[in-house]
Each structure stands twice: as structure tokens, then as C-alpha cells.
């Protein structure tokens, strides 16, 4: 717990310090897209790693964060801060109903119906031309007023800092959730969902509200990508969004609050350096994944934190 | 009168296909504990190799048929016993990842190789329509479905009365039990495996005849296999048939005199109404509840 939060206090003055130190305007991007990458691996991680049931639907999540900020500031020109909450707020009541139908079936069911429903929300998304524009998506959603003078590369560093700012939150949020009585009844769930009632734990009542922040984090994340990238389309309720959130968890180890850290600053930087390979990087994304799983099945800090107990044994 | 029972036709006939591709995933589900989210991937791989013979090397479409069978079951088992094998008895999320893992692999992999566009297998069947009363059904079609429920009499009579079927129903029962009267449990679970990659891919290139195959369809399988499966019950042997003809007649019945955009949506919406009456299918082989 001590060195967690030594090494998350580490990580933020690192990050803030990180822009200062005159990098070019693709550096910067590739942080921003590392932002945006923790807010999404951190609240995946609470489903996965502490309720240890795998969806693979939490880019419904992410679309509709992204759709809900969208639409109200193209529509209604809301502002930024504004438009993330309320993505927040959505999305969290997206999950309090899909996760209250989906949390009652277990193991490769879960599994399933999770994907359905993410499906849905993209079918829906391309049909629903009226609202949603459909395939096109909805383009031009514009970026805060005081940007306007700004140039690109002090943009990209005013979106970096925000998104520092929204990744503080997420991981302060999970970091207070995972130490506290939430935390552990979730694991008690995850470990032994028997004994967890025995000791007068409600599976389902604690594992939906892990489901609904989980949610909330993921539509934060939709909604800055909205705004960072001022467009949204239905490929945010696309698979291959899932996959890199399974990666990067699964990487740098699900059930510890760094791994979702440490995971997304590699996965990001491993897909910048591979796009020199073109489409053969995705191969090797999938011969990753198999390796992990073979032989790093708890991911980095599960590998850390197994080394560290041997050195406190000896 | 003559609109509702072409639609009906319609609807069984891609019924059948539907439960023809979704076998594979069930069978390895049912005998091995296994969600195999590589099943698309190796239906898309199976209608590939099947392309590449008959259209390319101008092979028969039976022989054609049988390597494919042959080459991906021997895949298969390899798969199994090489990657599977070391994470059986982890639960099932390691699996789901490792299958997970596999099928991005064989996407790319098949990407790079023959590229995007789409491919058909050259059949011998003509595309001539056939009138059966008030309906219409074209020839390929029907020789396919025939084809179909020749496949699934005999996986299931390899299920049920064979030693080798025995041997895989044991296995999943009990392991230890299995192994204890003789059963080479980890050969067995190699088998289903090889099992359900050649249903997957046999199916892929026997479907491919009719619809094209091409290396990014995969998800796309899988996802219909998964509605396919899940409404009738995960594992169940028919379940998967009658859920496989449920989802095609529902579609057809639907693009008929509904949407047609939504038409890929009723799948998971059947599926989502089906987990709020009857959670684990309409033929659920066991029913865990806490």
C-alpha cells in the first residue's frame, strides 16, 4: 500500500513535469493518448481484476461517455467540464442497467451478454442516423474557447494536462475504492463468493456498484476523446477498443491498482514504435497477448509483487 | 400467405447455417469448458483454405472439403495440447484471453496474406432456383443444408456412440475419474479441440460456397455463434441447432416486415430478453447459480 502510493505520488510529478521539457507535438499526442488510456484501463481493471468478472463490453461504456459529450456540445455547445460530467453521469446510469441485467449471470455468460450489449449500442449507433449521424458520426465538436488562440502544440499540452488532471481522479477514486470495505468485499466475491455471503456480503448489490463506477470512469474517458479528437463515430463501441483495454490491464497486471498504470504506457508506446511494421503489428499483438497469458499470467506487478514477497521471505 | 412462408424457408435455410456454424463453438464448450472466442477465425481460416484449393489449385469441392477438415483438425490438436493445455483448470477468463489472443493472430496473419478482398469456394452446385410450391430456394442452398444435417447426424452419432465420444464425455464429467480407468484425458481434450476447430472450418468453407469469406469476417461469426449458443444453451448439442434456426427465422421474419438496418441487432436483443426469463438458455446442460 506504501509503495503504491509512493510510486503513484512518483508517477504524478514525473507526469507533470513530463511537457516541460520542450517535447514535439507527437510526444505530447502520445501522452495525451496515454491519458486517455489509464482512464480506461483503471475502471476496466475494478470489473476485471476486483470483481475478477471479464466483460467485454465496457466500450458501451466508452461510446456512450463519447456520444453524450458529442452530442451536447455540438447540439447544445455545452462546455468541456460540463459535457464530462455529464458523460459521467450517463454512463454511470448506462451501467447501473446494464450491469443490474448482466451481473446476474456468471463466467462465460457474463462474458457474452456484456459483448451483446456493446454490439447493440453500435448497431444502434450506425442506424440511428437522426441522432447519431449515423456512419458518419458526429465531426466538428468543438474544442474549449480559450484553445482558440492557442497553437497546436500548446493544445495538445492543455489536453494533456486535463487529462492528468481526469487520470488523478479515476485512480484516486479507485485507489479510495480498493481500500476501503468496498474494495474488499468485492475481493471476497472475486475469491470466494460462498464465503463472501456466509459473512453477510451481497454479491450482486456490491459487485454492481464496482460495474457502475467502473462505468462512470469509462465515459469520462469517452467524453475526452471526444473532445481531443472532435469526432465520434460508432467504431467507439468497436472491438478493437476492447482488446487494447484487455491488454493493457492483463499486461500490466489486473487486481493491483499500478498495473492499469504501468499497462497503457507500455501498450501505447509498444503500438507507436510497432506502427514501423504496419499492419504486421497487429500479429504480434496477438502472439503478445498469447505469451502474456502462457507465461505471465498475473501481468508485471503481479510478477513484482511475487518477487517482492520472496526477497520479505528470505 | 406465399411472403410469410418464403420467409419462413428463408429463415430456416440460414437457420441451418447458423447452427452449422456455431457447433464447433458449442461442442468445445460443452466438452471442454472452453469459450473459444478464435471460433469465427477459425471458420474464416477453414473457408480460406477452401478458396485457396478449389479456386486456385482447382481441387474438387469434397476433396477440398476433406483437407480442410483434415489440416485444421490436426491444427487443432496442436493448438490444444501446445497453448490450451497449460492454462486448463485457470478458469475461464484465461482461456477467453488466450482464445482471444489466437484469433487476432489469425486475422492479421490471414490480412497480410490474401489481403481484404473477398473470396468465394467454387462449389459444384448450381445457383439455379428450385420452386417447391409457393417457394423458392435456390439449389446450392439446398445441397448445403443437406449437407449440414449429414454433419450434424454424424458428430453426434461420434458423440454419443462411439468410444472415442465416451471418452470425451467422461472426460468433462470427471477428469480424475477419466483418467483413472484409462482415459488419456489430455489426448482427449485434444481431440474435442480438433474436434471443433475442423466443425468451425468445414463449416467455414462449406458456407463460404454461398457467402464470401474473407479474413476480417471472424468477429462477425463469432458474434452470431455466441447469440446462437447462448440462446439455446451454452454446450447443449441441440440447443444449438434450435437456436440456430430460432435466430434465422426471427431475422428473416423481422427484415421482412420490419427494418432491415436493425436486422443484426435481433440476435442480441433475443438474447438479452432470453437472460431475463431464462438465464442459462433454452437447453442449459447445467445451471450455476449462487
Known amino acids: ?314 | 400467405m406465399d411472403f410469410l412462408l418464403q420467409l419462413l424457408a428463408n429463415g430456416l435455410v440460414n437457420g441451418t447455417f447458423y447452427a452449422l456454424s456455431a457447433l464447433g463453438l458449442t461442442l468445445i464448450f460443452g466438452l471442454m469448458r472452453v469459450v473459444n472466442f478464435a471460433h469465427g477465425e477459425l471458420y474464416m481460416v477453414g473457408g480460406l483454405i477452401g478458396w485457396a484449393l478449389t479456386e486456385l489449385l482447382g481441387a474438387n469441392f469434397f476433396l477440398a472439403l476433406l483437407i480442410v477438415v483434415i489440416a485444421t483438425g490436426a491444427a487443432g490438436y496442436l493448438i490444444d495440447r501446445w497453448l490450451i493445455e497449460r492454462v486448463r483448470n485457470q478458469g475461464p477468463e484465461t482461456g477467453i484471453l488466450l482464445t482471444i489472443g489466437i484469433s487476432i493472430f489469425l486475422t492479421n496473419t490471414a490480412l497480410l496474406i490474401v489481403g481484404t478482398v473477398p473470396h468465394k469456394v467454387l462449389s459444384p452446385f448450381a445457383n439455379k432456383p428450385l420452386f417447391l410450391g409457393p417457394v423458392v430456394v435456390t439449389q446450392s442452398r439446398l445441397s448445403i443444408v443437406a449437407i449440414c444435417a449429414v454433419l450434424m447426424i454424424a458428430v453426434h452419432l461420434l458423440i454419443k456412440h462411439t468410444t472415442l465420444g465416451r471418452a470425451m464425455r467422461a472426460t468433462v464429467q470427471d477428469a480424475m475419474a477419466a483418467s483413472l480407468v484409462g482415459i488419456r484425458t489430455e489426448r482427449i481434450h485434444g481431440f474435442t479441440f480438433a474436434l471443433g476447430t475442423a466443425l468451425a472450418s468445414a463449416a467455414g468453407s462449406l458456407l463460404g460456397s454461398i457467402y464470401v469469406t474473407q479474413p476480417t469476417i471472424g468477429g462477425l461469426v463469432s458474434l452470431k455463434a455466441f447469440v446462437v449458443v447462448i440462446l439455446g444453451g451454452l454446450g447443449s448439442f441441440a440447443g444449438a441447432i434450435i437456436g440456430g434456426l430460432l435466430l434465422g427465422v426471427t431475422e428473416a421474419l423481422w427484415g421482412g416486415y420490419f427494418a432491415t438496418g436493425y436486422v443484426d441487432a435481433i440476435g442480441f436483443a433475443l438474447v438479452i430478453v432470453m437472460l431475463l426469463v431464462r438465464p442459462y438458455g433454452l437447453f442449459s446442460v447445467k445451471s450455476e447459480r449462487a
Open chain 1, 1 to 314: 500500500m506504501i509503495f503504491e502510493r509512493r510510486f503513484l505520488l512518483g508517477a504524478l510529478v514525473v507526469a507533470i513535469l513530463f511537457p516541460l521539457l520542450g517535447w514535439s507535438e507527437y510526444v505530447i499526442h502520445v501522452g495525451v493518448l496515454i491519458m486517455f488510456a489509464i482512464m480506461l484501463a483503471t475502471g476496466f481493471n475494478l470489473i476485471v481484476g476486483y470483481v475478477g468478472e471479464f466483460s467485454l463490453g465496457h466500450t458501451a461504456f466508452l461510446g456512450i461517455g463519447a456520444y453524450t459529450a458529442a452530442l451536447l456540445s455540438s447540439s447544445l455547445g455545452m462546455p468541456i467540464y460540463f459535457n464530462i460530467v455529464a458523460a459521467a453521469v450517463i454512463a454511470a446510469i448506462a451501467g447501473l442497467f446494464i450491469g443490474a441485467v448482466t451481473l446476474r449471470l456468471r463466467g462465460p455468460f457474463f462474458v457474452i451478454v456484456t459483448l451483446c450489449f456493446a454490439e447493440v449500442l453500435r448497431i444502434v449507433a450506425n442506424n440511428w442516423v437522426s441522432v447519431t449521424n449515423g456512419p458518419m458520426g458526429i465531426a466538428g465538436i468543438v474544442k474549449p474557447e480559450w484553445m482558440a488562440q492557442q497553437s497546436a502544440l500548446q493544445q495538445k499540452v492543455d489536453f494533456y494536462y486535463i487529462g492528468l488532471a481526469l487520470v488523478v481522479i479515476c485512480v484516486y477514486f479507485a485507489y479510495r475504492f480498493v481500500y476501503s470495505f468496498l474494495g474488499r468485499a468485492v475481493v471476497t466475491i472475486r475469491e470466494n463468493r460462498f464465503v463472501a455471503q456466509s459473512v453477510g456480503i451481497w454479491p450482486y448489490y456490491y459487485s454492481l456498484l464496482a460495474f457502475v463506477v467502473a462505468s462512470a470512469m469509462a465515459g469520462v474517458a469517452g467524453a475526452f476523446y471526444a473532445h481531443y479528437v472532435s469526432y465520434v463515430g460508432p467504431e467507439v463501441f468497436g472491438f478493437p477498443f476492447m482488446i487494447s483495454m484487455i491488454i493493457m490491464v492483463l499486461l500490466g497486471g489486473k487486481g493491483t491498482l499500478l498495473g492499469p498504470v504501468i499497462g497503457p504506457v507500455i501498450v501505447v508506446l509498444l503500438e507507436e514504435y510497432l506502427r514501423d511494421f504496419k499492419d504486421l503489428r497487429f500479429s504480434i499483438f496477438g502472439l503478445v497477448i498469447i505469451v502474456v497469458v502462457l507465461f505471465l499470467p498475473q501481468g508485471l506487478m503481479g510478477f513484482v509483487a511475487a518477487r517482492r514477497e520472496q526477497y520479505a521471505r528470505k
